[in-house]
């Protein structure tokens, strides 16, 4: 830490004050114990006596000033008070950049931190504090994330809700007023509100599925068979793949794969990959399910379609809530955009972790499960 010229000068009189100040106090004493030595022959006399006694090293020189002695040791001691006032002073003056530094940063400069490098104890403390703001500014910016994520889904939730609402009350308002020619027109209209009621409950089934797993339910665990689970995944969508022109596929070992999970909330991941596959796969032919077990601690889980390729653009955000790869909310493929997010939470929730690749060939939703509870595997694709 570098002091300004000011303190320079400050630390510098004090140091000359210091030593004037001791100087005068050492010749007092001198003069004083001068005084007593001549006033009092005994003690000249006892004075005598030792130094003629006294030897000092090899060479048995004596001590024939008792002046110069006492001079020497005054001066040893008023160079230790110097340098302890001065380092006292100095740590003061830094204690007090410390406390100024703090009150900057209070004062709303939270991008700022403590610059200075001090040896000892106080460096602790400057790390300390500089480690403190940083922490207290990662909360708050995560703070405001979670603020910005809750507007945004109020936003979202109101569109996707106003929208099948609005043509609800528009079709039943027509039916009220009686404005249809035929029972078949009465019938559309009924038919097509009860569409839109349908989809209504759908969004808010998904988005109570998705706050529930954001809140950390417990998981019922239980011990599973990933491989029984796929097959039985790929039997009751048989029926609706074929009427898509698609095939389900399943590639897993002949070993039974076991892991702990929550069977409901997994097997919700697997549906709603599925699910994707097929309303989205749009020219693909396949979907292959496969599983296995590349070590005793995970469990890696597939599900590929050959359909049309997701754009580069959008991989990294398909786990988002409300997005949706085709950039508008079709009426053909329909879906809540909640799907992929709430699979993410489940699969985390697990300790897992889910990413997707896609090329021209294939697009593939790879999740990791571990196969112990309680394990939480590192995500090598996070980015």
Same mark, same amino acid.
């Given at each position: 830490?570098?002091l300004?010229?000011?303190?320079?000068?400050?630390?510098i009189m004090?140091?000359?004050?210091t030593?004037?100040?001791?100087l005068l106090l050492d010749?007092?004493v001198?003069?004083?114990?001068?005084?007593m030595?001549?006033?009092?022959?005994?003690?000249?006399?006892?004075i005598?006596i030792i130094k003629?006694?006294?030897f000092?090293?090899p060479?048995?020189?004596?001590?024939w000033?008792?002046e110069n002695?006492?001079?020497?040791?005054m001066l040893?001691?008023d160079?230790?008070?110097v340098y302890?006032?001065l380092?006292?002073?100095?740590?003061q003056?830094?204690?007090?950049?410390i406390?100024?530094?703090?009150?900057?940063?209070a004062?709303?400069?939270?991008?700022h931190?403590?610059?200075?490098t001090?040896?000892?104890?106080?460096?602790r403390v /400057?790390t300390?504090?500089?480690?403190l703001? #940083?922490s207290?500014?990662? %909360?708050? =910016? +995560?703070?405001? !994330?979670?603020?910005?994520?809750?507007?945004?889904?109020?936003?979202?939730v109101s569109h996707?809700?106003?929208?099948?609402?609005?043509?609800? /009350?528009g079709y039943?308002?027509?039916?009220? #007023?009686?404005?249809?020619? %035929?029972? =078949? +027109?009465?019938l !559309?209209?009924t038919?097509?509100a009860?569409?839109?009621a349908?989809q209504?409950?759908?969004?808010v089934?998904?988005?109570?599925?998705?706050?529930?797993m954001?809140a950390?339910t417990?998981?019922?665990l239980?011990?599973?068979d990933v491989g029984?689970m796929?097959?039985?995944l790929a039997?009751?969508f048989?029926?609706?793949?074929?009427?898509k022109?698609?095939?389900?596929?399943?590639?897993?070992?002949?070993?039974p794969i076991?892991?702990?999970?929550?069977?409901?909330k997994?097997?919700?991941?697997?549906?709603?990959?599925?699910?994707?596959?097929?309303?989205?796969g749009?020219?693909g032919?396949h979907i292959?399910?496969?599983?296995?077990?590349p070590?005793d601690k995970?469990?890696v889980?597939?599900v590929?379609?050959d359909g049309?390729?997701?754009p580069?653009?959008?991989l990294?955000q398909?786990?988002?809530r409300?997005y949706?790869?085709?950039g508008?909310?079709?009426?053909?493929?329909g879906?809540t955009g909640?799907?992929?997010?709430?699979?993410?939470s489940i699969?985390?929730r697990?300790?897992?972790y889910?990413?997707?690749?896609?090329?021209?060939?294939?697009?593939r939703f790879v999740?990791h499960l571990?196969?112990?509870?309680?394990?939480?595997?590192?995500?090598e694709?996070?980015?």
């Open positions: 830490m570098k300004t010229a000011r303190e320079k000068s400050a630390l004090e140091g000359i004050v030593v004037i100040l001791l010749l007092s001198i003069v004083l114990l001068n005084e030595i001549q006033t009092n022959p005994g003690l000249q006399d006892g005598f003629r006694s006294v000092i090293g060479q048995h020189y004596q001590l000033s008792w002695i006492f001079i020497v040791l040893l001691f160079a230790g008070v302890w006032r380092i006292r002073r100095y740590h003056m830094q204690l007090r950049h406390i100024g530094e703090l009150h900057y940063i004062n709303g400069h939270f991008d931190r403590i610059p200075f001090i040896k000892g104890d106080t460096q /400057i300390s504090v500089n480690a703001v #940083d207290v500014i990662a %909360s708050m =910016d +995560e703070e405001r !994330k979670i603020e910005k994520s809750k507007d945004e889904l109020i936003t979202n996707d809700l106003r929208t099948p609402l609005t043509s609800i /009350i039943l308002g027509l039916v009220e #007023d009686r404005q249809y020619h %035929s029972e =078949d +027109e009465l !559309k209209y038919g097509t009860f569409n839109k349908k209504m409950k759908s969004l089934d998904d988005l109570f599925t998705y706050t529930k954001r950390d417990p998981l019922s239980a011990t599973l029984q796929l097959e039985q039997a009751s048989e029926l609706e793949a074929s009427e022109g698609m095939a389900i596929d399943i590639d897993v070992p002949d070993k076991r892991i702990e999970a929550d069977g409901e997994l097997g919700r991941v697997f549906n709603n990959l599925i699910t994707n596959a097929l309303k989205y749009e020219g032919k292959n399910l496969r599983a296995k077990q070590d995970e469990v889980v597939s590929e379609n049309k390729k997701i580069e653009a959008s990294s398909v786990f988002e409300f949706r790869v085709e508008s909310r079709s009426k053909a493929t879906g909640l799907g992929l997010a709430i699979a993410q699969v985390k697990h300790g897992g889910i990413y997707v690749t896609s090329t021209d060939d294939w697009t999740i571990p196969i112990k509870n309680g394990i939480q595997l590192k995500d694709h996070e980015k």
